[in-house]
Structure formats: C-alpha cells, structure tokens
C-alpha cells in the first residue's frame, strides 16, 4: 500500500511538475527564514546561561512615575539597606565602571589593555569564573588588589601564573590576587581585569542621590519578588524619601513624585539581554526580535497557503482518481492519510533544503548581527522540524479532508467541476495570501520612509569634518591637559578649531541632576563646555547671548539652555532670561543667559532632553569630568591630518595607548544603525513575501484557467475577441486582489501606527503607501494571471470541440 502511495505521489508530482517546484521553493525560502531568525532568538536567549547561580542573581532597575522611565542604576546606600531590612536578599555587587582602558605596567613590559570593570569585593560570588590561579577570597577586598583573566594576564606577562606580581596603572600599584579564564559562552559580563575602588565606594556610601552604580541582587531560594518589589517602595524610596524631604520641606509623597525613583523591577541575570526594561550592559531589544520572528512565520504560513491553494485547484484532476479508490474499498481515512504522506514528502525535501541554504547564508547573517552564530544546537533542528510537521498538518490536512470527502458517484459522472465548493475555499486562502503580501508592502514602504526621515532629518548641529578623541590616561587635572593641547593641536597642519563639550551628539557618557525653580523640579542634563563649543558644531542661539570668555560672570554663574529646558517649565523665551535656577549640583544659583535651538544628543528615538550649558570651570567638580577634546578638519585632506594626529597623540600625548578617535556625524548615525538594519531585513523578506505569493498565483492561476479552457473554446467559436477572453479570465482574481487590500488597509494602518510610537521624531502616517500597495498589487496579479489568460485565448478549438 505505502508503495502504492508513493509511485501515486510521484507521478502526481512529475505531472504537476511547475506547482511542486513552487511549492518546493516556497517553503525552502520561508523556513530558511523561519530558521535563521530562530538561530538569531535562541542566540539571544542564551546569554548568562553558563552561571550555576543565574536563577537566584537579579539585575536592579529603577522606575520613574514621573517621567514612566526606566533607569538602570542604584545608590550605595540603598543597597546596603535593602540587604540589611529586606529579607529575601542574601547579596548584592555593583559596578561603577565597565569597558575600561588603561595602560598597565609591570616589571616585563607596557601594554595597554582594555575591558575592565571595577567593581564591589563580592563580585565573584555572583560570576564565579573558572579559577587557573590565586584565591577568590579577599580577591578584591583591597584597594590595592586586581584581579585579570587568562588573556590579560599572557598580555601582560606572557603566563598565566602570575598571582602576587605587581602591575601599575592610574598613577597606583596593584598585586594580582587571582586569575580566572572567561566563559566561553555567550555573557555580556565579560571583563579582562577587575578591580575594586574601595575609596571611591567609601566616599559615596553616604549618598543616597549617587546613582553611578549599576547593582545585582542574588536572592534566597523560594523569595517573592512581588514582597521585595514592595519591601524597595516602603523601605528604601520612601525611607529617603524622608531623610532628604526634610530638608526641603516636602513630604515623602511630593519627594518621590518630583525626584523618584517611585518602584523598581528585578529582571533575572539569564533575562536581561532581551527583556530588561534597562541595562548597563547595553539596550535591550525584544520587541524587534519578535517583529522579525513573526513575519518569518508569516512567509511560512504564505508557503502554506500556496500549497492548500495548488493541491485543491488540482482537485478536479484527483477527482476520478478518488472516485474509483472509493468506489473499490477505499476508507476516508486512508485517502487522509495518503494526501498527507505526499504533503510531508514535499516538506521534507523543502527542510533539507533550507538546512543547506541555512548553512549557505549564515555567514552573511552573522556579518549582518555582528554574531557567531553556529548550526550546532539541537533546538535549532527540534523546532525548525516542529514548524515542518505544523505546516505538514495544515497544508496537507485542509486539501486531504476536501479531497476526501468527494462522492463517488458524483465524480464517476464527471459532476466535480459544476462544484463551487472548492472555489470559495481557494478564493478565502488566496484572499489571506494577498492580505499578508499587501501588509507586507506597506509596512515596507513606511519603515523606509520613517529611515529616511530620521537620516534626513535638521539634527540641529553640524558634525562634518569633526573628529573626537576621548582621553585615555588618567590625568590629576585634565582641564589643564586640554587647555595645553587645545593650543598644541592647532597648530598641526589640517586642523581648524579646537574645543571641548561634555554633552556630544551620539555619545553616551552624560550626567543629569534635579533643576529647581520656586518650588518645581526638572530632571536636566549637564552640558559643561568650553565657550565656544555651541557655535563650533554650529547649534543656533534662539535669545539672549552667548558665554563671553571675557566675562568673568560667564564662568562663575551664568549658562544657557535648550529650547526644551524652557518648555519643560512652562517659560516663555522672554521670562527665561530673566530667571535663577538651582542646579542641583551647587549651593548657588545659575543665571540663564542665552537659550539655544534644540538640537538632538541622544538619537531621535527620544525627544530631546532639557540641557543646562555651562564653561566647565563654572563647577569646581566638572573640569575634573573633562575627558574629550574636538577639532575641525580640513575637508581636502582629512586622511592626512587624521594620520599626522595619530602620531602626534601617541608620541607625545599618550604613548602607549591606541589612537581611539570618531566623527561626530558618523557616530550619531549608529544611533539609528538599528533601524537601518530592520530597514534592510524588511526589505528582503518583502521581497521573498512577492516572490512566493506571486508564483503560488500564477500557478493557481495556471490550474484554474486550465479547467476552464473548454469555456473559452466555445466562447472563442461564438466570437468573443481576445480582449474580453483575457479580461473575462483575469477579472475575478483582480476583484480577490482589490478585496484583499481593503481588507489590509486598516491592519496595516494599526500595527505600523504600533510601531511609529516608538520614536519621538517620527513621520505622519502616509496615505501613499497604502494606494502604492493596492496599485501594485492590482498591475502584478494582472501581469501574472494575464500571461496565462493570454495563452489560453490561442487554444486549439478543435481539441476542446470535437467531442461537443
């Protein structure tokens, strides 16, 4: 019998060789989709997983009623109260640094070395490394203590056994305590040396409004997060709340509303890479992930959809085939069954095929991600093969049952093709698959738009030609270290101006603090500077003045702000300038001076943030900060002051380090790099989206005109012209296609409305790409139908007629 199915099948398939070709590349295509996203999901998911404590060690966030933002830091003090008054909480570690580079000595060689992480004693409680040499006890107790991983230490001193060996770095002397090999699995926390500032830490273990730290908390078994969540809001937020209300005269209430935090979220270690709200180890993204994880589905089910579509148009050619089966004996049952085997026959070859077009173009989507991603993991091949069987059942099983429960009589007598049964059902499925296309086009087309318009977009400053290098060595006094080669570098051929800003477009170091004015609070964000840093990345001054380096108020009192400062208290341009705030970093009040024009710091995904700029001296605390210095370069010969730059800085500025410098236009663009990427996969899947569909109708199309070739015969004999063949055979499909897209305009108008509210510098919704769709959509099923509608019209009549 199995024999019997399978020569039935294959003659099936070498007969309707075109559908199963289509039916072949469409589902390779949309599971080679399907696989690569899920390698990219499972990816994602498998950081922290290498840490035996990952189920007990929590990430800390904090959240703001206020503003309904998420932050990603802690004070020391509250985290030596949580352990102290919250009894869930065994543990805790913070950071106060990762990704550090410096310049280390030892008694062998220099060497600079980069992603460090400073951090509290107990750090490796929470990430217990594989240990090569030393003890992890008192590792990090001393201020004095460091500890590095094999690949340091063999930087550094060519071994691994290095434990009590000496290193120098940041003017101090450290003793290696221990030496540890990294996991070699996927961790964001992946630091080369530790170290832990203990008089740092020291210093702040008072300050409750110190959030510089990013904390961990590791939990004892059986903990309710919902009590600890609760235990943080009365325990911790409003116990400050209290401590630091009574100096203003607020109530706890009033505090935590204006200053926050109001609650917080624990996110578990294993978690955070994709579904923390924030993080200190970079942006979490889950919502992205999902998006491409559902339209991979999406190519499938259109793979699906073809198939049900072919295998009933085929209907009529199976008919007398399933008559005669029944007729002798045949069960429902066993007809199900052999539908489904030459279903599952097609989707198996298609899996193959897509594992080695999978293995093919791996590496170009690991080039894509930035990833390494390897087909070595059995989840991968148990859910791609779990997706098979799904789709096996749903596109075999619709067409099996349909196919099955022909009567025999009826289709011994030739009755099959007055059934219309079969043609709503075709015409539903082929309604779904032009409603995806359309949404498919759509979105394509928005998504490209809203790129656009962010690379477009006035950013409100001008970074051509303006190369940024971050100070590397640690410096007593970097003002003075700018200040000397702020007139040093300009004299280096190729460069034009030379100034510094703390507040740079696309960079991601910046501090904030509460700005009071008679009794309301603002949260801004600090823009030390030297005078003329506005006017060097051509920001535009609103009103008021510029800081004059020949006013000694302008570096005692005086700064300006953003346009959206002045909003955010409700000012108008005029009463500004007439105001004093309190910034909340000093004991006396700042004079605003000038207001300039918006311009955007952190990418446009954000509205643009209140800024107070103010001359770096103007703090006795900010010239410490300072840590870039900014030139512009000559247009007509950037590659050769870059190179004479390089040389000058590591010969005579910070021999030793690498020469680490940016433009500032190019990295503000990384800011929307993301979307640039959605941009591109969009694209490609729009593409695979148009092919399938429309090689699934034409080769419906194809099945259908086919049958009704005896029509157009006799139509042909009683004189209707070609035209009217063509438009007589195309018309019904072209009504499917305006349905459809009516049907996807509102969708379509929802979900990518959904997504436009993500960025706060977004595009109107745009009628064009929905009448781009419906007419696109409308020419190529036309195009695709009319091919074979043409052809049907120069039939051979005496072939279909010579029986009539």
Not at 451 to 470: A, E, R, S, T
Not at 478 to 507: C, D, F, H, N
Not at 719 to 724: L, N, R, Y
């Amino acid at each position: 019998m199995l024999t019997n199915w399978l020569k039935i099948a294959l003659i099936n398939y070498k007969k309707n060789w075109l559908s199963t070709c289509i039916n072949l590349f469409g589902l390779t295509v949309g599971l080679t989709g399907f696989m690569l996203i899920l390698m990219h999901w499972n990816d994602e998911e498998s950081y922290e997983r290498w840490n035996p404590k990952k189920d007990d060690i929590y990430f800390f966030q904090t959240y703001s009623g206020k503003d309904n933002s998420y932050g990603n830091n802690i004070s020391i003090p509250m985290t030596k109260r949580a352990k102290e008054v919250i009894p869930g909480i065994q543990d805790y570690v913070l950071f106060s640094g990762s990704e550090i580079g410096v310049k280390m000595t030892t008694k062998n060689k220099t060497a600079y070395q980069q992603d460090g992480m400073a951090v509290s004693e107990n750090f490796f409680n929470f990430f217990p490394f594989k240990l090569v040499a030393g003890s992890y006890k008192d590792a990090l107790k001393a201020e004095s203590s460091v500890a590095l991983s094999t690949t340091a230490a063999k930087n550094l001193f060519g071994k691994t056994n290095v434990v009590g060996e000496s290193i120098k770095f940041d003017n101090k002397n450290y003793s290696v305590t221990a030496v540890y090999e990294l996991p070699k699995e996927n961790s964001q926390i992946k630091p080369e040396f530790i170290f832990n500032p203990v008089q740092q830490m020291k210093e702040n273990e008072n300050s409750w409004g110190n959030f510089s730290y990013g904390g961990f908390f590791m939990l004892k078994k059986g903990t309710d997060l919902k009590v600890v969540r609760q235990k943080f809001i009365k325990d911790i937020f409003e116990y400050r709340a209290a401590l630091d209300g009574k100096s203003s005269g607020l109530s706890v209430k009033q505090y935590m509303d204006l200053y926050g935090p109001t609650d917080s979220l624990l996110t578990p270690l294993d978690k955070i890479k994709l579904h923390a709200e924030a993080s200190w180890f970079g942006n979490p993204d889950f919502k992205t992930l999902m998006i491409l994880f559902t339209l991979s589905v999406l190519i499938v089910i259109l793979s699906a959809i073809n198939f049900i579509n072919l295998k009933t148009a085929q209907a009529s050619q199976r008919a007398k085939e399933i008559g005669v089966r029944k007729a002798i004996g045949s069960t429902k049952s066993s007809l199900v069954l052999q539908f489904l085997l030459e279903t599952f026959m097609v989707c198996m070859a298609s899996y193959f095929l897509s594992l080695a077009l999978t293995e093919l173009l791996l590496p170009s989507f690991n080039k894509f991600y930035e990833k390494e991603i390897k087909m070595d993991d059995w989840p991968i091949y148990f859910y791609s093969f779990g997706m098979v069987m799904i789709v096996t059942v749903i596109s075999g099983l619709v067409p099996a049952i349909y196919l099955s429960n022909f009567k025999a009589i009826e289709t011994l007598k030739g009755n099959f093709a007055r059934s219309k049964h079969g043609a709503w059902m075709r015409n539903g499925i082929l309604t779904l698959q032009l409603i995806i296309s359309s949404f498919f086009i759509i979105g394509g087309l928005i998504v490209n738009q809203q790129v656009k318009y962010m690379m477009n977009k006035d950013l409100g400053f001008n970074g051509k030609q303006v190369l940024m290098i971050n100070f590397s060595e640690g410096n007593a006094k970097p003002w003075l270290k700018y200040e000397r080669l702020k007139t040093e570098m300009k004299k280096i051929q190729g460069v034009g101006e030379v100034s510094y800003g703390e507040a740079v477009p696309g960079g991601e170091r910046y501090g904030s603090s509460n700005m009071d004015f008679m009794g309301k609070s603002i949260q801004a964000q600090h823009g030390s500077m030297d005078y003329d840093y506005l006017k060097f990345i051509d920001v535009k001054l609103k009103k008021g003045r510029w800081l004059d380096p020949n006013l000694a108020s302008d570096t005692v009192s005086n700064v300006l702000v953003n346009e959206a400062f002045v909003r955010k208290f409700g000012w108008k341009d005029d009463e500004a300038l007439k105001n004093e705030v309190d910034p909340g970093f000093d004991d006396k009040k700042y004079k605003i001076v000038g207001i300039v024009k918006d311009f955007n710091i952190r990418g446009l995904k954000t509205e643009i943030e209140p800024v107070v700029f103010f001359h770096y001296k103007t703090t006795g605390w900010k010239r410490f900060n300072l840590y870039n210095i900014q030139l512009k370069l000559d247009p007509h010969d950037i590659d050769g002051t870059v190179k004479r730059l390089k040389t000058y800085w590591q010969t005579q500025v910070e021999p030793g380090y690498p020469f680490e410098y940016y433009f500032l236009d190019q990295r503000f663009a990384k800011t929307f790099e993301k979307y640039q990427k959605q941009q591109t996969l969009f694209t490609i899947l729009n593409a695979m989206v148009l092919m399938v569909a429309l090689l699934g109708l034409f080769a419906l199309s194809s099945l259908m005109i086919e049958q009704k070739l005896k029509d157009v015969a006799i139509r042909k004999t009683l004189g209707a012209s070609d035209h009217a063949l063509v438009f007589g055979l195309t018309r019904q499909f072209l009504w499917i296609t305006v349905i459809a897209v009516l049907i996807s305009i509102p969708i379509c108008y929802f979900l990518m409305n959904e997504w436009l509210k993500d960025f706060a510098y977004r595009i109107d919704m745009p009628v064009w790409p929905f009448v781009v769709s419906f007419l696109t959509l409308l020419i190529l099923t036309f195009a695709v139908v009319s091919i074979k509608a043409y052809k049907a019209t120069k039939v051979n009549l005496i072939k279909y007629l010579k029986y009539e």
